[in-house]
């Protein structure tokens, strides 16, 4: 997170913005905004040292619903585009957000370099099994056997497993929440920003209206019986033999986060064409 | 012995024969002794063991691209010459060294008739210890062209000090026998001294110089992803960016590159990446984003020959489409093109204050001709353009990110500022930044961004034109230099006349061009394209005479100015 002081006495209505989302009526995102707002108010950011980055979906709408700084770009660039932005402007906290398909699919390479460099940023994929904003196409994550329009029968293919890939390439601090609740995933969501280096939290967030199936995730979901490890032998084994439905911090790391080589100008202008001369 | 103005040497053998080597030290040499000088190499795309040719011209007088043919070449061997040899044009006049046991003459040679001497190059080296025959065809190539002993052992000295002195001795003892070896030979030519001048020069590729005017315009951040002809610009502005206060950042792939060079201006950093076609290909849809987004970044493009992978160590001016029209949308951007080594610095510099000025993307068209050729060169005048990008600062009320202002640019806040905080987006948005579908939105955000590019006042350097005949030879990037001699050498004949270069290709300027053309009856395009990209481009948005030709070839092959001469001289009204 930044090294700003941060503001005190913040409300999490403080850090919503006036537009109003574009999601459908029972949406899980709604509750990652509400999760966001929470844990900025809680952390007591300052707006404008918090930048807020995503890509395309349905998920990578919430920048504009903060009152932070955002950026909304092109899909699956999310995490390139943060990279940028943080190892130039170190002082910024800089949360992404991302979906399954955004995330997982187009912006799978980039998932696994972010995790590798473990540079000082939190990585929030809302993971709802599906496509939504092109209408029900099946993502990385979605089950093999659901029934598709552009995959009659289903994929027949296995699920990506996200947390494992996270935590095989490198990532600091992995987590599972639950959109339905949104305090608990506030919780996740401080304890991720303040953690150094690359943060991951997939939020499982329900697709009401191309997955009404998610809505049983209500009752599906259960805290992990352990508290975090910082082992990722046994972070891995935990995660790969877990029912999908463990909430709660999975992993906390220890590796040194990158720190962006950037110096003071040592040499003035004018001494760089030095090199030119015959 | 007659003086030339201008003399060319082609120094050939395969990769790890050290003709490269040799090329560097005769060119330095002769540049540190008051000559101008170009140094092109053809290498196949082998890391070791491939073919390689040093090509140098050295002149009295400044000069941006190679010569009709070479008058000396020599071959330390011949084994994969072939593959270059059109490359590597002699005439019958032409001195070609060879060692006998080299390999058979290339085709180039024996066709054009050219003078044959045998020298055994590698059985001279043997008798050095620690001998190279590079050491030994550098010493001919100085000695036939009238370069002293001193300054070439002054460059070795330089250049071979962090491999000892054993190493310095052994090839200045090769030196000296080439130099031995030549006194026998009749050149019949000698290159003319160098005119005394007190400017300062520079041994230098466009690559570098193309880094040294990233940073003068204000860069101080690179995203980079190898590729080449490219990597030297990256592999120049890692340390120098340091050494500044700023940064490169190694991405994991292009795609990544531009988005985080938007990243990193977004918040407020001057930002640059520089690739070739395929990369340029990767990054086309984040160059719509930085455009929608109006957020200014400055993309490299040293282009080579294409599609697809093509052949990546040689040139091609064939990108030119993609960079004028790649980008989905109606999306108004800049895409600006250097003219010699020495004009990467300035047309670099010129993108990034232009990028930043008018918030959007710039695409440089840079060359491999002009990206790796060397050039010694009078240091380039100092110019004032230096990156100032419109900011919001004190931000009363909502702000306004992308406000309809005057002149079309609105100012930016950077994350940081209290009050400024929008998202930048590259859907559809209206003043605030908040995304719309809406008709009036849309249209009015469009109108925004080109009015922003069309009402700047770009001033003269938007093209180099000279001359002013009633036939105007119109060319662009690295090409103007070729076009440039040609013209000269007609102007001795009696011929007028005029060069028309733009250096600014987007947005359009119909209204210079045609001031450019006033009094123009035909016109000769010349380009290195197979679709005469360029042609078509003139022909789309501008007001061209009646009278038309083309003169366009693909890569690899240089555009030579006897040919340019040759298609003026053969077009009688």
């Known amino acids: ?278 | 012995m007659p003086n030339a103005e201008s003399l060319s040497v082609a120094i050939i053998g395969s990769g790890g024969a050290g003709a490269l080597t040799a090329g560097n030290m005769l060119l330095e040499a002769a540049c540190a002794a008051g000559w101008h000088g170009l140094m092109t190499r053809t290498v196949g795309p082998q890391i070791r063991g491939g073919e390689a040719a040093a090509l140098i011209r050295l002149a009295t007088h400044p000069i941006d691209c190679m010569a009709d043919r070479f008058d000396l070449m020599i071959g330390i061997d011949w084994l994969n010459a072939n593959r270059f040899g059109a490359e590597i044009e002699v005439a019958a006049s032409s001195l070609i060294v060879s060692d006998p046991r080299g390999g058979d003459l290339p085709t180039v040679v024996t066709r054009a008739g050219a003078r044959v001497v045998e020298l055994p190059l590698k059985e001279m080296a043997k008798e050095i210890p620690g001998g190279r025959p590079n050491m030994i065809a550098l010493g001919i190539a100085a000695r036939l062209l009238g370069l002293g002993e001193e300054p070439l052992i002054r460059v070795i000295t330089k250049q071979l000090a962090s491999k000892g002195q054993g190493a310095i001795d052994a090839s200045c003892a090769g030196l000296k026998a080439g130099f031995a070896a030549a006194a026998n030979l009749d050149f019949g030519v000698t290159l003319a001294s160098p005119k005394p001048s007190t400017a300062k020069r520079w041994l230098v590729s466009g690559n570098e110089t193309t880094g040294l005017g990233a940073i003068r315009g204000g860069v101080r951040f690179a995203a980079a992803y190898p590729i080449t002809p490219a990597s030297e610009i990256l592999e120049w502005l890692a340390p120098n960016l340091a050494k500044v206060g700023g940064s490169l950042f190694q991405a994991e792939d292009e795609l990544a590159a531009i988005n985080m060079i938007i990243g990193a201006s977004y918040g407020g950093t001057p930002a640059l990446t520089a690739t070739s076609g395929p990369g340029l290909s990767l990054m086309i849809e984040a160059l719509g984003l930085a455009t929608a987004a109006e957020v200014p970044i400055v993309v490299i493009d040293v282009m080579r020959a294409g599609p697809s992978t093509g052949i990546p160590t040689k040139s091609e001016q064939a990108d030119l489409n993609i960079a004028v029209y790649g980008l989905h949308g109606d999306a108004p951007h800049l895409v600006v093109a250097p003219q010699s080594v020495s004009d990467c610095l300035f047309t670099t510099q010129w993108a990034v204050y232009l990028a930043e000025a008018l918030q959007t993307s710039a695409i440089v068209l840079s060359d491999q001709f002009v990206g790796q050729a060397v050039a010694a060169i009078d240091r380039p005048a100092d110019v004032a353009f230096i990156g100032q990008r419109a900011r919001a600062t004190e931000i009363a009320g909502t702000y306004q990110r992308y406000a309809i202002a005057a002149g079309g640019v609105s100012p930016m806040a950077i994350p940081g500022t209290r009050g400024g905080q929008y998202t930048a987006d590259g859907l559809t948005h209206n003043e605030r930044g908040t995304p719309t579908s809406s008709e009036n939105d849309h249209s009015r955000q469009l109108d925004k961004r080109r009015s922003k590019l069309d009402s700047f006042a770009y001033g003269d350097h938007w093209a180099t034109i000279e001359g002013d005949g009633d036939l105007a030879v119109i060319t662009w990037g690295s090409l103007t230099g070729a076009v440039r001699e040609a013209i000269d050498r007609l102007r001795h004949s009696g011929m007028n006349l005029r060069l028309i270069a733009p250096r600014l290709l987007l947005p359009i300027q119909p209204e210079r061009l045609k001031a450019a053309l006033a009094g123009v009856k035909r016109a000769l395009v010349v380009e290195q394209s197979h679709g005469a990209q360029f042609h078509r481009y003139l022909r789309a948005h501008y007001d061209l005479p009646s009278d038309v030709r083309v003169l366009n070839r693909p890569g690899p092959l240089p555009i030579r100015p006897s040919e340019i001469v040759e298609a003026i001289m053969g077009w009688r009204t």
């Open chain 1, 1 to 278: 997170m930044s090294s700003i002081e941060p503001r005190l006495a913040c409300k999490p209505a403080d850090y919503k913005s006036n537009v109003n989302p574009i999601w459908c009526p029972g949406c899980g995102d709604y509750h990652v905004l509400m999760s966001f707002t929470r844990a900025f108010a809680q952390l007591g950011l300052a707006p404008e040292n918090t930048v807020v980055v995503s890509g395309i979906g349905c998920s990578s709408r919430i920048p504009a619903y903060t009152n932070c700084y955002g950026f909304h770009g092109v899909h699956g660039r999310s995490l390139a585009l943060a990279t940028g932005l943080k190892v130039s402007r170190p002082d910024l906290t800089v949360v992404v957000a991302s979906g399954d398909g955004d995330g997982y699919s187009i912006g799978g390479n980039h998932f696994l370099h972010a995790c590798r460099r473990n540079i000082d940023m939190t990585y929030v994929v809302m993971d709802n099994r599906v496509y939504g904003m092109t209408k029900g196409q099946p993502s990385p994550t979605t089950e093999p056997d659901f029934d598709t329009a552009l995959s009659p029968g289903g994929t027949g293919l296995s699920p990506f497993h996200p947390l494992v890939i996270a935590l095989a390439s490198g990532a600091n601090f992995v987590a599972r929440a639950f959109s339905g609740e949104p305090n608990e995933t506030a919780n996740i969501l401080v304890e991720a920003i303040k953690h150094p280096g690359f943060s991951f939290v997939e939020i499982l967030s329900p697709c009401v209206t191309f997955r009404p199936d998610e809505r049983d995730w209500k009752s599906q979901v259960h805290p992990a019986p352990v508290g975090p490890t910082s082992d990722p032998a046994k972070a891995a084994r935990r995660i790969m033999t877990d029912d999908g439905f463990n909430i709660g911090i999975l992993y906390r790391g220890a590796r040194a986060p990158y720190r962006p080589k950037i110096a003071n100008a040592t040499v003035d202008l004018a001494e760089l064409e030095k090199d030119f001369e015959l």
